[in-house]
């Protein structure tokens, strides 16, 4: 009967953190109206902490979808799209209790234990930085990672509001030097290291026959460029339609929506 009860609160407690985390839209979010010198905030620095205590359930619901926390950051790498979240959530707790300080170098995820610990590389310019993951979301389609102020600045994502990243998890004591970005608007980006394409993936299958008819009922239903990608794997080779590369994010999101309407509804945005 105890358990029983100590369940049941630590789950109100958790969908109280997640609703008052990134995970809310009921406000309009933005920057701070005096910006600072973002330059001199450092990276987090990786260390071993104790895991969020009511952070880290195995599995929680939100806005009707279940998610699963990872076990273990180790060995996670990534690559989708970033947003961030700035003056809304400024001073409230995060999923794992701490409280949201959107100067400081952290980040929202939906899965990764609380905390970890990730380098986030933008795939357009090659700027990066480490966060420290305490919170959780985004929980809009097709995000990957959401990151505080500080850090998207830094990533040069702020302005267009989301960016192409890769997010590897640092185990601690293992960190890789990460180049210092200024965020002036003399700032020169760094080469990227690798070019970055976006796709909807409408499905994966495990016959191409199948995935030659949804190739062309999606052809019969809009104009973009649908493609059958084989991917092998221990189970087998997977045939996964994508259409694309799209043009922008904010196209991607449009005609996800639309797909949903045509009866694709598992379609998301992956970054290549």
């Not at 009967?1 to 809310?24: D, E, H, K, P, T």
């Not at 973002?38 to 880290?56: F, T």
């Not at 310019?125 to 102020?149: C, Q, T, W």
């Not at 702020?158 to 960190?175: D, H, M």
Request: glycine share 8%.
């Amino acid at each position: 009967m105890r358990f029983s009860v100590y369940c049941r609160r630590a789950s109100l407690a958790l969908a109280y953190l997640l609703l008052i985390s990134c995970g809310s839209v009921s406000e309009k979010d933005g920057a701070p109206g005096r910006v600072p010198d973002i330059s001199q905030i450092p990276d987090a620095v990786p260390k071993y902490e104790p895991r969020s205590k009511y952070g880290n359930p195995a599995q929680y619901e939100v806005f009707g979808k279940s998610y699963y926390t990872l076990t273990s950051a180790e060995g996670y790498r990534e690559k989708g799209i970033a947003s961030w979240y700035g003056t809304k959530f400024h001073g409230r707790r995060t999923s794992s209790g701490e409280i949201y300080d959107m100067y400081e170098m952290t980040a929202a995820h939906k899965t990764l234990p609380l905390p970890s610990y990730v380098e986030v590389t933008n795939l357009e310019n090659g700027r990066k930085v480490i966060v420290k993951v305490n919170d959780r979301g985004p929980f809009h389609d097709n995000r990957l990672i959401d990151l505080s102020y500080s850090a998207a600045t830094k990533l040069g994502i702020v302005s267009k509001g989301t960016g192409l990243v890769e997010v590897r998890a640092i185990t601690p004591g293992s960190a890789p030097k990460t180049l210092t970005s200024k965020v002036d608007r003399g700032f020169e980006p760094v080469k990227p290291a690798s070019s970055a394409a976006m796709f909807l993936q409408v499905g994966a299958f495990s016959t191409r026959n199948r995935a030659e008819q949804v190739k062309i009922r999606l052809e019969q239903d809009i104009a973009d460029s649908v493609t059958i990608m084989p991917v092998s794997g221990v189970q087998g080779t997977l045939y996964r339609v994508r259409v694309g590369p799209l043009a922008s994010v904010a196209y991607g999101d449009d005609l996800a929506a639309r797909l949903v309407g045509l009866g694709f509804r598992d379609s998301h945005i992956v970054v290549d």
